[in-house]
């Protein structure tokens, strides 16, 4: 199982986004999600939800090629 982290990294891998475009696509700045990335910020609940529901949409892209 992947943390948090990783996961954001393999979403931005996986559709080729930069910190910016994760960030504008769950309601952050792209300093957060460098912060979320290297552990060092705590996520909120609603952002979490958010990168979860993208994560599983990764994981399908993932699956289909």
């Known amino acids: 199982?992947?943390?948090f982290a990783t996961?954001?990294?393999v979403i931005r891998a996986v559709r080729n986004?930069?910190?910016t475009d994760l960030g504008k696509?769950?309601?952050v700045d792209?300093?957060?999600i460098s912060a979320w990335?290297?552990?060092r910020r705590?996520?909120?609940a609603d952002t979490?939800?958010?990168v979860e529901k993208l994560f599983k949409e990764s994981q399908e892209e993932i699956m289909k090629e």
């Open 48 to 50: 979490t939800e958010k």
């Open 37 to 39: 990335e290297n552990s």
């Open 30 to 32: 792209w300093s957060t």
């Open 7 to 9: 996961k954001c990294r």
């Open 25 to 27: 696509a769950v309601g």
């Open 17 to 19: 986004w930069t910190q």
């Open 42 to 44: 705590r996520r909120m």
């Open 1 to 3: 199982m992947l943390d």
